[in-house]
Nanobody, 122 residues
Framework: VQLQASGGGLVQAGGSLRLSCTASERTFSAYVMGWFRQPPGQEREFVAA????????SYVDSVKGRFTISRDNAKNTVYLQMNSLKPEDTAVYYC????????????????WGQGTQVTVSS
């Protein structure tokens, strides 16, 4: 079982990116999915999570109103649409899966993708 993240890149402040994370399993819909990020020299931090059906979401305050998490269970894929990007959003972004209810802590996630770099220039 793997999670494959993609979609990162270099963008100017104010720009947009959409990250994707595809799971190599048919049980994708059984898991809550989350996105975390790790800025340079800092700890990995929670960004967003989405429930199994996609009906509930959770965000860290710093991205509310700018980022949107969504999922397509038919495609085993979770997305993170990032708008109005800021230099402080620069980080490696990771997707992960959990059996908990919209968890925001790393230890609640039991499978991680490899990460995709997002760099926002000022």
């Amino acid at each position: 079982v793997q999670l494959q993240a993609s979609g990162g890149g270099l963008v100017q402040a104010g720009g947009s990116l959409r990250l994707s994370c595809t799971a190599s399993e048919r049980t994708f819909s059984a898991y809550v999915m989350g996105w975390f990020r790790q800025p340079p020299g800092q700890e990995r931090e929670f960004v967003a999570a989405i429930s199994r059906s996609g009906g509930s979401t959770s965000y860290v305050d710093s991205v509310k109103g700018r980022f949107t998490i969504s999922r397509d269970n038919a495609k085993n894929t979770v997305y993170l649409q990032m708008n109005s990007l800021k230099p402080e959003d620069t980080a490696v972004y990771y997707c992960a899966r959990s059996l908990a209810i919209l968890p925001t802590i790393r230890s609640a996630y039991n499978l991680w993708g490899q990460g995709t770099q997002v760099t926002v220039s000022s």
